[in-house]
């Protein structure tokens, strides 16, 4: 059986500062891992995968992550926040066809 | 353009009645899911079907049923025996066979509200 939990159900920035959203996954074999962005009353963006080509992923709008086979993390990062990055995110561990998703992030982003 | 359509956008149900919601995809993908958003809860699956003619229950199918007469359509019914059936219902695609890193492609949701 695989999961994955979202550490933070709600995360608040400033503008011009740096965005952590933490993910821990628990899989018995070595999982497919992804990020998507939700914004209100829409359906999920593909933000980044992981495949074992990298640990370090980088994907969409500056957003980047780190896969850490010790920690059994894979942690989503930004530099800089933006205004547009305020939305719901989700943390999706995958074998096969079983997808798990994470409870999600909300990130507020303040002027 | 290839993607997932959802129709329709916002659905009103009242009590007692079953509704059906579309997806249609035109990415030639196998798999074909069905997901259902409550706030607070992330996606929780309802069905999902790897190929034509054939599909499996998720965590929680009790209410809905599917059919999967075509590769490309893969509609969901919301029965009234679905005790609780307001919520963001989403909809997504996949490649199957391709091994474990292939990501899943969504519809942009069907919001239902029983009235």
């Known amino acids: 059986a695989q999961s994955v939990t979202q550490l933070d159900s709600h995360v608040s920035v400033s503008e011009g500062t740096p965005v952590l959203l933490r993910c821990n996954y628990s899989s018995s074999y070595s999982p497919s891992l992804f990020w998507y962005v939700q914004h209100p009353n829409k359906g999920l963006q593909l933000l980044l995968k992981?495949?074992?080509?990298?640990?370090l992923v980088k994907g969409i709008n500056g957003f980047e992550a780190e896969f850490k086979k010790s920690e059994t993390s894979f942690h989503l990062t930004k530099p800089s926040a933006h205004m547009s990055d305020a939305a719901e995110y989700f943390c999706?561990?995958?074998?096969?066809?079983?997808?798990?998703f994470g409870a999600g992030t909300r990130l507020t982003v303040k002027p | 353009d290839g993607g997932i359509t959802q129709s329709p956008k916002y659905l009103f149900r009242k009590e007692g009645q079953n509704v059906t919601l579309s997806c249609e995809q035109n990415?030639?993908?196998?798999?074909m899911y069905w997901y259902r958003q409550d706030p607070g809860q992330g996606l929780r699956l309802i069905y999902y079907?790897?190929?034509?003619?054939?599909?499996q229950k998720g965590d929680i199918a009790e209410g809905y049923s599917v059919s999967r007469e075509k590769k490309e359509s893969f509609p969901l019914t919301v029965t009234s025996a679905q005790k609780n059936p307001t919520a963001f219902y989403l909809c997504a695609s996949s490649i199957t066979g391709q091994g474990a890193w292939t990501e899943a492609f969504f519809g942009q949701g069907t919001r239902l509200t029983v009235v």
């Open positions: 079907s790897q190929i034509v003619n054939d599909f």
């Open positions: 999706v561990v995958r074998i096969g066809n079983d997808m798990r």
């Open positions: 990415l030639n993908h196998d798999a």
């Open positions: 992981y495949t074992s080509a990298a640990t």
